[in-house]
């Protein structure tokens, strides 16, 4: 199997040449970091409902969707991927998408161990510390003829930017984002106290990966590798699939680690527009926001009916129970808005 230690790759580089190798249908592990910032989003969001394009273009960020799902997130030269690029009727690749992420988290989680942070896996595709923090997401889809897994080492993590790239309904929302992003996402120098080496990351990950991947070879991005790259920068970067049309959901979501997420939407009622955003942590609401243009007597019962949210499971019942609830204790009147609007709002509804 060949390795392709790449090193520092400009612009969108860093992310092409994965692609690249799954759509020749060549196998190989990668291992490589963006030489500059980047702000990625999945293959199954909405560019524009996600990220502040504006402050992007003013911070001369880059922008780039991936052919691979997930959430928005950053990309930077503090961290280093690791792409593992398989044919899909490679025997090595588990018949299942589980299996697939377990397999192959291992050599990282083992790579973490060897650089002195005890990880573990956490369903569905989070690599946490022992206290539970996030320390890498991963991520797999089916690209040409191979299977395509990857993930990342954060050697360390630009926490104030994180959340400026990402489109946000309020500075509230910002601020709470970036909270949690502190409590639940940690960095290899967060965690050893130092900025660990980039070639001494990518030796773990060769040594690690080698045991389940079989001996490996270093090789160089070669002629036919380079073309497919340019081939696929002109469509990565072209409108039609930068921002392609995705169907909007009742809510959106950003997802700090497995467990928790935060959700904002919006929902004309005949009452005016609400806006709800609420922080999970294990599917369970830990905070909640409403705002808009409705009317509600008496003012300070907003108040109250977020606290009367707050703990309750995201689920319709339960919320809209605990709505429906505050209503009767509280006298509540806001004309042309009923509890069944905060829970589409909340993408509860349906």
């Known amino acids: 199997m060949k390795v392709y230690d790449l090193g520092l790759q400009p612009k969108l580089d860093s992310m092409l040449c994965f692609h690249a190798l799954a759509h020749l249908g060549r196998e190989g592990l990668m291992l490589v970091s963006p030489a500059s910032t980047i702000a990625c989003v999945g293959y199954f969001q909405d560019t524009r409902e ?5 402050f992007c273009l003013r911070h001369g960020l880059e922008v780039m969707r991936r052919e691979v799902g997930g959430g928005a997130t950053l990309l ?3 961290q280093v991927f690791y792409q593992v690029i398989l044919r899909k009727d490679n025997p090595l690749v588990p018949p299942t998408v589980d299996g697939v992420y377990r397999k192959f988290s291992q050599p990282a989680v083992d790579a973490y161990g060897d650089l002195g942070v005890e990880v573990s896996f956490r369903p569905i595709n989070d690599l946490v510390t022992r206290e539970g923090r996030k320390i890498a ?14 993930g990342g080492i954060l050697l360390d993590f630009d926490y104030e930017l994180m959340p400026k790239i990402l489109k946000v309904p309020d500075e509230k929302f910002r601020d709470k984002f970036y909270k ?10 967060r965690e050893t106290g130092r900025l660990v080496p980039r070639e001494e990351v990518t030796a773990a990950l060769k040594r690690r990966f080698a045991e389940v991947l079989g001996p490996l070879e270093e090789a160089p991005l070669d002629d036919e590798l380079r073309a497919k790259m340019r081939e696929l920068e002109t469509r990565f970067r072209s409108d039609e699939f930068l921002f392609r049309k995705i169907r909007k959901p009742a809510a959106r979501e950003t997802r700090v680690r497995e467990g928790v997420r ?13 806006s709800c955003y609420a922080e999970l942590a294990e599917e369970v609401i830990d905070d909640v926001s409403i705002t808009g243009d409705f009317t509600m007597v008496p003012r300070a019962g907003l108040e109250g009916l977020e606290a ?9 019942r339960p919320v809209g129970d605990a709505i429906e609830d505050f209503y009767g204790k ?3 009147d806001t004309p042309g808005v009923a509890p069944e609007h905060y829970l589409a709002a909340l993408g509860l509804a349906g």
């Not at 997401?137 to 990857?150: L, Q, R, T």
């Not at 949690?180 to 120098?189: A, D, I, K, V, W």
Request: with cysteine.
């Open 50 to 54: 996600v990220i502040d394009l504006d």
């Open 180 to 189: 949690s992003l502190g409590e639940n996402l940690t960095t290899l120098r």
């Open 262 to 274: 935060f959700v904002d939407g919006v929902h004309k009622a005949p009452g005016g527009l609400l």
């Open 330 to 332: 509280s006298n509540l």
């Open 308 to 316: 009367a949210i707050v703990g309750a499971p995201y689920e319709p």
């Open 76 to 78: 930077d030269s503090s």
């Open 137 to 150: 997401g991963e991520g797999g889809a089916d690209i040409g003829p191979c299977m395509a897994f990857v």
